[in-house]
């Protein structure tokens, strides 16, 4: 075996990583070879350098809760449990919301709700997916939006634009509160042939041009701002469907 | 609902899946954060891109077959990481990322002893290298996983693993025993 040859060898020795013939063959050529036997050494002592240490990074203190959460809001409660399930919701909502009251999350996710990342319209998607579940759709259940708008009161610190166009061929279904990147947001259902449509509502600040859309899992969304509002709606119905529902709103 | 939605409805995870998701791949949080943490050389860059990857897992989770959920959650993590930095900042996750000419000098001997410890000279020095030979340098000596599973994690054969831990480690070397020299490194 030429040092060359033993470059590699020497650290799959190190770590343990050649099987006993391999082995005794480079200890054989470690006998022999002053400078294999020093760089050898000089690794051994590298590794414990390295152990001591202590590089392995702590996990940041919230970050487990802050994953189960996000994790327990995309996932969907069994069906039996519904009635319950909707109470741990609405429990769950108050909470967001309580936190959302500080508004600390908020410059964070201003610089994050590019909805041009996948990221985040995969979200948006999943949000959607995820209110289809059994007694999820919506928080407040009406056709009138005089009773829609005023439950949002005091929920979201924003207006959202809240009106019903039965007329038009989309009927308001009712509105709930929804959590987009930790932020709480307010979604405003309506009905289409038989579907249904999602619409996000968050303050989004900044240039005003934005204008996004896209598909993900058959689902379409479009994006739209609206003065400090950036609209989304998703569905799994057509996007000349949104485009119509789009038109409505920002009428 | 119509028939073609209650089909995609099929996709969406059950609370069930969500407690074999709890039991089997959150306790590997900690590997994930680390991972990130050193791919990215940033605290809060890796807070991020753990959440962003652990939802990433979880929707994916449906497809987990295998018995290794550390090294499978490892991947998705270090996927996550250079969709990231492509991203963010694309000189970091070229592939052709020449340390040679990349590498700066680490402070001199008396600075060194001024800025402190062992831990801050290596930390650098780990940050110094590419990507490639951090991330198999950090599965290897922090994590303690097996060339297999580097491979694994990495998509890389395991031969590659091998030298590619080879030159990441003689290069930590340089960088931490000839600081400030540049002609230690045209060699390798």
Known sequence: MTCDASRSVLHAYLDGELDAPGAAEFEQHLEGCTSCTRTLEAQESLRSTIQRSQLYEPLPLDLENKIRRQLRESSAPATRKKIYAWRWLAAAAAIILLVGVSWKVLPKFRANSDLSTSAAAAEIVDAHIRSLQPGHLTDVTSTDQHTVKPWFDGKVPFAPPVRDFAEEGFPLIGGRLDVLQGQTVAALVYGRRKHFISVFVFPEHGEESEKYSGAKNGYQWISWRQGELRLCAVSDTNRDDLAALKDLISR | ?188
């Open chain 2, 1 to 188: 609902m119509d028939d073609s939605g209650q089909g995609k409805r099929t996709d969406v995870l059950l609370v069930q899946d969500r407690e074999q998701f709890d039991r089997l791949v959150l306790p590997h949080l900690r590997a994930a954060f680390n991972l990130a943490r050193w791919l990215l050389r940033s605290r809060e860059d890796a807070e991020d891109v753990t959440q962003e990857a652990l939802l990433r897992a979880f929707r994916f989770f449906s497809g987990f077959r295998g018995s290794d959920a550390r090294a499978w959650l490892l991947q998705i993590v270090r996927n996550t990481c250079y969709t990231w930095m492509e991203k963010n900042r694309s000189m970091d996750s070229s592939v052709e990322f020449d340390e040679s000419l990349h590498l700066s000098p680490l402070p001199g001997p008396e600075a060194q002893a001024v800025a402190g410890s062992e831990r801050e000279r290596l930390t650098k020095a780990l940050e110094q290298l590419s990507p490639r030979s951090r991330e198999v340098l950090v599965l290897r000596e922090l994590e303690g996983c097996s060339y297999k599973e580097i491979a694994t994690i990495t998509s890389m054969p395991i031969g590659t693993v091998m030298s590619t831990l080879a030159r990441g480690r003689e290069r930590l070397q340089q960088l931490l025993t000839r600081p400030g020299t540049k002609e230690a490194v045209h060699d390798v």
